[in-house]
């Protein structure tokens, strides 16, 4: 299990390499990041295959967890890491792939993007987090427009922004705890994390680590770098990179912040996003920033169903976002052949059926429609809210609602393609593209037969995720018993959190 | 294999054969074919009489923790009857003539006849559907499929669809959100769960659950303040989806109201919810929004000028009769909203048909540019004025017997207000259907209609099919009201005692056998008093008219045709205010606003100034 | 309007800030892991600099990540500045003091730089500290002389090859029946050069990283100034 | 009751009522006259009238739903009446009903509506778009009417309706129990015949813009006949909800006399209206006074 | 023994940091003061990262000076920062790279004006027409004169 770290470490490697490699070999460096990422693919397969199913935490370096740094890997991690792996083997850059440096700034996004799958550490997670950040930037600004590089800036600025708060939030956890193992912290949290300080941490934290995850309000980068990064990078962008971000919040909540204004606040946001977000897409006239606005809507819904307590709102949620790491990417794809504005899509059906049709399929996932695996994942998000308290139905209104409009505008789309009174436009041809695309469809419409299966092994792995004491005793596994920190020879570590030896002078 | 499941299969083989089938030649006949299979399939099931247990299909889906199942039983039945008929005449008429010019003129012939199969077996599984969630997923089935026929004919009939697919969206979500409240409050979305649960249910909790699914069901069905979309977007829809979408789509809305609040509720439960500072109660309240749904829609329906908006626009008021009939119930008013449904399908399919016969024949449907047609299309006339004397629901046609039964159930019931407003909408009927009829087939034949034919046997034989059904129906009404009275017991209403020839009660009778009998008798010795005197008449062309004081020449034609109730329009004009319209516009506009507002927001020039509100506006609520 | 909104805001984030502040265990912090990190870190790793120790081991994986960031920094650099145009002007050479004191400096800048590197597990210093003086050698000429060309690829290949020689490490202990980054050959004695195993080693390969990889940002920097 | 009894009567009253609209149409004639201080016409007037229209030679132009029409205003009143009950006759009242009735009475308009539809001449279009919106005016109140009947005496059963009234006497007829409603439903049914001052859509005086327009010869007859049976459904259906119904021949004769001779002297005496005012009118009056016997009646 | 506001002091410098930085970032439209805004919030942060493991009278962690571990200050959080302080290093040279490609491509540095050209550019490679905007004309109306002073993008960078 331990070789899991192969899949951060590999593509780092094959990065450095990459550009001396490419000096000596040519060929070999166009073909070595999808190897790697292959090889990665087929690691995390094999580990999946092997494994028993229980969580499993790695010490880094071989240090007990609270002193290093701890990989934890649960079935969660897992999909992610065999997602990572996956999606940017088929956002891979092809077209570009003569570019070195793009692809080595794509495996770093794959492997820094493991990393935070994995990770079991919140400085570790920080440092990966950055190193996504700045991978993305690099990938967004490639079409090396202005408008492209002052929409990079403005993500730049946000996420530098939510790097200070997030360092912030750290600083006061770290402050108050004196650790940064997440399962040290879950153990912790109930005694020092719940006052004002923590809350504090988590708020910044939310904010700082919801840039990428579109967080309303650290989200106002989306429409612009969407509508100017090539379209694999916005896929990767807002189909997994999103879901990384997701995962990371989802790990703070459950194991540090299971307490009713940690989860208002999300759902507050949430609900905002999902506001904005949707009434912005409708608004949008051209399809990419459409799709980059509907993206922030549908990660607010995300963020809503974490905001319901207990295993129900973690089910919702990743369901949500598996459903939409399949989608969002899928129909960025497709919009990358298409002319930009809604208008002028006017009878693209004729020139490209295809790339029509799938968008219609993948449009109705997107709102909901049964027997898609959309509809279901949105029923887990209702059948969650409908269960609690006047501000959640409040935010399941919000949603339904929003639903309604993302129909509304998605078939204004849809109408678009399908007109037929007039001349035709055509798409360009973009094979891959299209393919991948298609490759999204079929994996969508091959999932409506087995969604009970998958329901099941989903609500599993959601129940892995949300078993904070199974964190716990997996990192330590003194089962059941109190913590030792090592510091204290044997005390226990909770005891050492409180007073400490007179400070001398 | 029950024989739902042979049902079922037949219809999902259907749209299979064509998807594979696209290149076949006469493919439209095989649909026909297959349809008329379907139809015996259901006939054979047929023994779901009165008190028989439902027919289960041997599909089972356990999803989510839910078991999806899906029965039949006799309400299911009775109005999958209606579909597969509705069906089988749709794709009878486009099989021929109709079809080929549909291609000529650039349809896309093969997907039409694909949006009916896919229609016809999504309402079936709708129809079968076992629990609230195969319910919902059938329900959504129908309504994206309801789509893909609607959108079929070009640019205003995809604006059509999308304002409808906006609303039906807003029906769906409501209804997500009423499993939502089921699940909750029930604990399961099986049917018999619900029910069980309705008692314990909170009088808030009720009244969502009623808004909630009276909402989803009410969008397709057109009530009140959620119609606008319906009228132009069945208008729009080419030929005999029309007649199909008119005939039965609607429907499935009132099947799901009878299902959720009949059938699941009770209407006592629902009775008994008081609105307060008001006489009224929730079941009063929904009779309220059925008859609006009646006036409104007949009276805007009454200022159409094109022959299909028309139709359209009465097909949302009729709704109003069938939900205001079933809400009642009793035995006479349920069975009379339910009579209706199947009444109301067999003639509003014909008319479709006979309009789109005149506008096969002619290209137009502008009641303005047509006029006496009758000498050239008598079949066409026939089926129409039929179609219309079972619109209005006169007697001897079907749609009297059951606007009869709800009248009747309105005065047992003794809501007069109610039984004006339904008289109220039947006159409107008259007048406007009389509108149609008139200038569509009576007065001037204009110019450049003389060398117009009768429509093709491949459509007319469909439409008088259909309209002998109307007149059988109407003079043997006890046939539907055997299907009618198993569909009540199925549901658990009181069951109509009944005659072959309508109902037998101390209350007042029916006995249509002997009035229409006693009509036809008056109408042979009108006719004997008429020509027996011998024919002492000449024949002279049309426009040899008595002219009074106008100048009337037969070089120029004139048809009394625009603004056609001038003296009435003088009076109720000013009422029309769209007002629905309006509202629909605002809460369009409120959405564009805020949407820009939206926009705003991602657009600042530098966003870090919301950022820092909200982190203070956060540290804030945290620290206190 | 804006503005004194802003400021609003930002002093009562200030504020805040401070109420928080005042709640924090100030003066006794809470040294869990940092504290058994102390006590052990001697046997474990070998290193007398217990912040390299840290660092280089017990947050090793940061550390990769770190030099990552640097790395991906300066690939999206060249991504956005992209190539420099062929016969771009360039700024003309310094005068005579500063072209002679750069070429005084280079080679002490280098020894410290190395110094600092090497000794980065046993004084305070290491391989960033070291990596940055080096990066300013191999700046200083660059400011003296603007028109001498920079070797990228050579730059590069230094980048590459120590990003390389560092994760190689960790893996050969991974591969080795270890963990990932898990400290080689043995701890060594405590405060020697050679001691706290492959530490020193790791050091090094991050700062020449650092150093190639800070000076190549600088040189596309001072590049695309000029490049007009 | 024997099939044979059943269809002599089905037969006889029909007859019965051609016969009393006949002397209908004379007594309005004579009071008409008298109003207007003329002689008026003799006895035999109006069956030499029916006679002499269904003689004359016409111009047939207009097809065949031409003459349906007026096949179906004839025959629709010809099967009106066998619903009616009349002293010793019920015919088959006890299966239609008084809601039956009046949708039954709208089909002589409907084949009315046809006929003249099918004549091509828009003078008589304007006429029966006139004739229709009349209908929709005075049929509000009276439905209002119909249902205050049915609500009080529980049925729609016509028979049941005259026997309720006689066993209660003349205290318990509906126009003692009812008196609103009875006015409301008067001034309704007199709206319903057509005359004056109701009688814009007829226009017997201008009879160029009319439904009568295209009308002549048997078409005239016919259309003269269903006005005998207009007046002798009106009355009687009136006779039967208000007055008791018939105890016997001459009563029955007596109240229907009087239930078109009294409103129509008074009627005489106002100017005609206009299709507008006609609908404000009924729309206005009868509706509120019917409104307000309802609400008595269901108290 | 502790001065009572000292700490206060300390966090005071820390927190001050951070503010200053922040509100530089809000209130500034130079993209160049922004990026500088940046760097002096995360310096404040950072410093406030440090904070964390400082007690009083404790030594630098390091080994075989004679210091008893019990005085030596938490060694993490200086690891932490040595990090941190590179990720910034990192992001403020991208940031300065796209700062001055940015420039390049649209002359000015002010971040109103970038905005407006880059919606303007994102709308044209879409095919949007121009959203109106305060500078264009409105609907078909010719432009008025405009001074030559004023018409050369005039204003400050």
Redo the contacts between chains.
């Keep these: 299990m331990s070789q899991i770290a192969l899949t951060i470490a590999l593509p780092f490697l094959a990065a450095f390499l990459l550009p001396v490699i490419g000096r000596v070999y040519e060929a070999l460096a166009r073909v070595l990041g999808p190897l790697v990422l292959l090889y990665c693919l087929w690691l995390v397969l094999q580990l999946w295959g092997t494994g028993d199913g229980h969580p499993v935490a790695l010490a880094m370096g071989g240090f007990r967890p609270p002193m290093g740094i701890t990989l934890y890997v649960d079935r969660l991690a897992l999909l992610f890491t065999l997602l990572v792996s996956l999606m940017t083997l088929l956002l891979w850059p092809w077209q570009r792939a003569a570019d070195s440096r793009e692809c080595a700034l794509t495996l770093l996004l794959a492997g820094s993007a493991s990393g935070l799958a994995l990770s079991g550490d919140l400085f570790n997670i920080y440092v990966f987090y950055e190193l996504v950040s700045v991978a993305s930037f690099g990938l967004v600004a490639v079409h090396r427009s202005g408008a492209a590089f002052v929409a990079t800036l403005r993500y730049l600025v946000i996420s530098g922004f939510g790097t200070v708060l997030a360092l912030t939030g750290i600083a006061l956890v770290y402050s108050q705890t004196g650790t940064l193992n997440l399962a040290q912290l879950a153990q912790l949290a109930p005694d020092l994390l719940a006052g004002p300080v923590g809350l504090a941490g988590f708020l910044f934290m939310l904010l700082g680590f919801g840039v990428k995850g579109e967080l309303f309000p650290v989200n106002t980068w989306v429409p612009e770098v969407y509508a100017t990064a090539p379209a694999r990078a916005s896929a990767l962008l807002a189909g997994l990179v999103s879901k990384l971000s997701l995962l990371v919040v989802l790990r703070l909540l459950v194991l540090l912040y299971q307490q009713e204004q940690a989860l208002q606040l999300l759902l507050l946001l949430g609900v905002l996003g999902v506001i904005s977000g949707e009434l912005a897409a409708w608004r949008a006239r051209d399809l990419k920033r459409m799709l980059a606005f509907s993206s922030i809507g549908q990660l607010g819904a995300m963020f809503i169903a974490f905001s319901i307590p207990g295993n129900a709102g973690l089910l919702a949620g990743l369901a949500l976002a598996l459903h939409h790491l399949l989608v969002k990417p899928a129909l960025f794809l497709l919009a990358a052949g298409w002319p930009g504005a809604v208008e002028r899509l006017r009878g693209l059906a004729r020139g490209g059926p295809l790339a029509a049709g799938l968008f219609v399929l993948l449009a109705l996932s997107l709102i909901g429609v049964p027997p898609l695996p959309g509809f279901w994942a949105k029923m887990l998000l209702v059948v969650g809210l409908a269960g609690q308290e006047s501000g959640y139905l409040l935010a399941l209104a919000v949603v339904l609602g929003a639903a309604v409009l993302e129909a509304s505008y998605l078939f204004r789309v849809v109408a678009q393609l399908y007109h037929r009174d007039e001349e035709a436009a055509r798409p360009r041809p973009y094979l891959l593209d299209l393919g991948s695309a298609a490759l999204a469809g079929a994996v969508l419409l091959s999932a409506v037969p087995f969604i009970s299966p998958l329901g099941d092994w989903l609500a599993g792995t959601a129940a892995q995720a949300g078993d904070r004491e199974g964190y716990i005793i997996t990192v330590f596994p003194a089962a059941g018993r109190p913590l030792y920190s090592a510091a204290g020879g044997g005390k226990p570590a909770l005891a050492a959190a409180g007073p400490l030896p007179e400070p001398k002078p | 294999m029950t024989a739902l499941d042979n049902l079922l299969l037949l219809a999902l083989l259907t749209v299979l054969l064509l998807l594979a089938g696209r290149r076949l030649s006469s493919l439209g006949w095989y649909l026909t074919i297959l349809f008329g299979a379907q139809f015996a399939g259901l006939l054979m099931m047929g023994a779901l009489g009165y008190g028989a247990p439902p027919v289960p299909s041997s599909l089972h889906i356990g999803v989510m923790g839910q078991v999806m199942q899906w029965r039949f039983d006799a309400l299911s039945w009775l109005f999958a009857l209606i579909t597969v008929g509705a069906g089988l005449t749709s794709s009878w008429y486009l099989a021929g003539d109709w079809g080929r010019h549909y291609r000529q003129r650039g349809g896309n012939l093969w997907l039409l006849q694909l949006a009916l199969a896919v229609n016809v077996f999504s309402m079936l599984l709708l129809l079968a559907s076992g629990d609230l969630l195969s319910l919902f997923i059938g329900w959504e089935l129908v309504s994206w499929s309801a789509f893909l026929l609607m959108a079929l004919n070009g640019a205003d009939a995809m604006r059509a669809a999308l304002r409808y697919i906006t609303y039906a969206m807003a029906g769906a979500m409501a209804m997500m959100a009423g499993l939502g409240l089921v699940l909750h409050t029930a604990g399961s979305l099986q049917y018999a769960d619900l029910a069980a649960a309705v008692p314990t249910l909170s009088s808030p909790q009720l009244w969502g659950l009623i808004l909630l699914f009276g909402m989803g069901f009410g969008v397709k069905m057109g009530l009140l303040p959620l119609h606008l979309w319906q009228a132009r977007a069945y208008s729009e829809t080419p030929g005999p989806g029309a007649s199909f979408l008119g005939a039965v789509s609607t429907r499935m809305g009132l099947w799901g109201l009878i299902l959720v609040l009949v059938q699941l509720v009770g209407l006592v439960p629902i009775a008994d919810l008081a609105i307060p500072y008001t006489f009224l109660d929730a079941r009063e309240l929904l009779m309220w929004v059925a008859a609006l749904t009646i006036i409104l829609p007949t009276y805007t329906a009454l200022r159409q000028n094109d022959a299909r908006m028309l139709l359209a626009w009465h097909g949302i008021g009729q709704g109003g009769y069938m939900l205001l009939g079933v809400l009642m119930g009793d035995a006479m008013g349920s069975a009379g909203g339910l009579m209706h449904a199947f009444n109301y399908a067999t003639y509003q399919a014909p008319l479709f048909m006979a309009v789109y016969a005149v506008r096969y024949r002619t290209g137009t449907s502008d009641l303005n540019r047509l006029g006496g047609l009758v000498t050239r299309m008598p079949l066409s006339f026939l089926v129409m004025l039929v179609g219309i004397i079972g619109l209005a629901g006169l007697p001897p046609m079907n749609g009297f017997v059951s606007k009869w039964l709800i009248y009747r159930g309105l005065i047992n019931d003794g809501q007069p207000l109610l039984f004006i407003a339904a008289v109220v909408g039947t006159f409107g009927t008259i007048l406007s259907v009389y509108k149609l009829i008139h200038n569509t087939f009576l007065g001037q034949l204009r110019l450049e209609h003389v060398e117009v034919r009768e429509a093709p046997w491949s459509m007319t034989v469909p439409m008088l099919l259909l309209s002998a059904v109307v007149f059988v129906t109407g003079y043997l009404p006890g046939l539907v009201l055997d299907w009618v009275a198993a569909a009540q017991q199925a549901v658990g209403l009181p069951v109509l005692v009944h005659t072959l020839g309508g109902v037998e009660s101390p209350l007042g009778s029916l006995d249509m056998i002997w009035v229409s009998s006693l009509m036809f008798a008056g109408f042979g010795i009108g006719a004997l008093l008429f020509y027996a005197g011998g024919n002492r008449s000449k024949a002279v062309h049309q426009l040899d008219n008595y002219a009074g004081g106008h100048f009337l020449s037969a070089d120029v034609r004139y048809q009394y045709s625009d603004h056609f109730y001038a003296g009435l329009m003088r009076h109720i004009g000013p009422l029309y205010r769209n007002s629905f319209q309006w509202l629909e516009g605002a809460l369009g506009t409120t959405v564009e606003t805020l949407g820009a507002a939206m926009r705003a927001f991602y657009r600042q020039h530098h966003p870090a100034i919301y950022l820092l509100a909200v982190t203070t506006a956060g540290l804030i609520w945290v620290i206190l | 309007m ?2 004194l ?3 609003l ?6 504020f ?27 046997d ?1 790793v070998g290193a ?4 390299t ?3 280089l ?26 190539r420099r145009r062929a016969g771009a002007p360039r700024d003309p050479d310094a005068g005579p003091v500063l072209r002679t004191g750069a070429a005084l400096m280079f080679p002490l800048l280098v020894l410290v730089g190395f110094h600092i590197i090497l000794h980065g597990h ?3 210093g290491g391989g ?1 500290q070291g990596g940055v003086i080096l990066a300013a050698a191999f700046f200083l000429p660059l400011l003296a002389r603007p028109g001498t060309p920079v070797d990228h ?1 050579g730059l ?2 230094v ?3 120590a ?2 020689v560092f ?2 490490t ?2 050969v ?2 591969l080795t029946g ?6 080689l050959l043995g701890t060594g004695t ?2 020697t050069l050679f001691s706290a195993g492959t530490l020193p080693i790791l050091y090094l390969a991050l700062g020449l990283k ?1 150093g190639a990889e ?1 000076a190549g ?1 600088l040189a ?2 001072a590049d ?2 000029t490049d ?1 | 009751m024997s099939i044979g009894t059943l269809a002599l009567e089905l037969l006889l009253m029909p007859l019965v009522a051609f016969v009393v609209g006949l002397a209908m149409v004379l007594m309005l004639r004579r009071i008409g006259a008298r109003i207007q201080r003329r002689v008026g016409p003799p006895l035999l007037q109006p069956l030499y009238d029916v006679v002499k229209l269904y003689g004359k030679q016409t111009q047939i132009s207009h097809g065949i739903v031409h003459d349906i029409g007026i096949v179906m205003a004839v025959g629709g009143y010809i099967a009106a009446e066998t619903l009616l009950p009349v002293p010793g006759m019920d015919g088959i009242a006890a299966k239609g009903g008084l809601i039956t009735l009046v949708y039954v009475l709208m089909v002589p308009m409907l084949g009315l509506a046809l006929g003249v539809g099918q004549c091509a001449n828009p003078n008589g279009s304007i006429g029966i778009s006139r004739a229709l919106t009349a209908m929709l005016a005075y049929d509000i109140p009276f439905v209002i009417v119909v249902f205050g009947i049915s609500w009080h005496y529980g049925t729609t059963d016509l028979t049941r309706i005259i026997a309720l009234q006689q066993a209660a006497g003349p205290a318990g007829w509906g126009a003692a129990e009812m008196p609103l409603l009875a006015i409301a439903g008067l001034i309704a049914l007199h709206a319903s015949l057509g005359k004056q001052p109701f009688e814009i859509y007829v226009a017997p005086a201008e009879i160029a813009t009319g439904p009568m327009v295209e009308m002549g010869g048997k078409y005239l007859g016919g259309l003269f006949v269903m006005q005998c049976f207009q007046l002798y459904t009106a009355s009687v259906l009136y006779t039967t909800l208000f007055l008791g119904g018939g105890e016997n021949w001459i009563l029955f004769l007596l109240k229907i006399f009087a239930v078109v001779a009294i409103p129509m002297t008074l009627a005489y005496l106002f100017p005609r209206y206009r299709t507008e005012d006609l609908v404000r009118l009924l729309w206005k009056w009868p509706v509120l006074i019917g409104l307000v016997g309802l609400a008595l009646v269901m108290r | 023994m502790m001065p009572a506001g000292l700490p206060f002091l300390f966090y005071a410098g820390a927190i001050g940091l951070l503010v200053i930085g922040i509100s530089g970032i809000v209130l500034s439209r130079n993209l160049f003061r922004i990026i500088l805004a940046l760097a002096l919030a995360e310096a404040g942060a950072n410093l406030l990262l440090v904070l964390a493991g400082w007690h009083w009278g404790g030594s630098a962690p390091i080994l075989g000076q004679g210091k008893a571990l019990e005085t030596m200050v938490d060694p993490v959080p200086q690891a932490l920062v040595l990090t941190a302080i590179v990720i910034g290093v990192g992001i403020q040279a991208l940031a300065l790279a796209l700062a001055v490609r940015a420039y390049r491509a649209y002359g000015t540095l002010d971040m109103r004006r970038l905005r407006n050209r880059m919606n303007r550019d994102i709308a044209a490679a879409a095919g949007i027409p121009a959203e109106s905007s305060r500078d264009a004309p409105a609907g078909g109306r010719p432009t008025p004169p405009v001074p030559a002073a004023h018409r050369s993008g005039g204003g400050r960078a």
């Design positions: 804006r503005n909104a802003s400021l805001f930002a002093g009562g984030l200030a805040l800030l401070m109420a928080i502040a005042a709640l924090l265990p100030f003066g006794h912090p809470p040294v869990l892991a940092g504290g058994a990190i102390l006590e052990q870190a001697a474990q007398a600099n217990i912040v120790a840290v660092v081991g017990y947050r090793g994986l940061d550390t990769l990540g770190e030099i990552t960031i640097l790395f991906a920094a300066a690939a999206g650099l060249g991504l956005v500045l992209g046993l004084t305070p960033f690829p590069s290949l980048e590459g090859t990003g390389a994760i190689v960790g893996l202990a991974l270890g963990e990932f980054l898990q400290p405590l405060g650092v800070l940002l596309r920097l695309a100034e007009t």
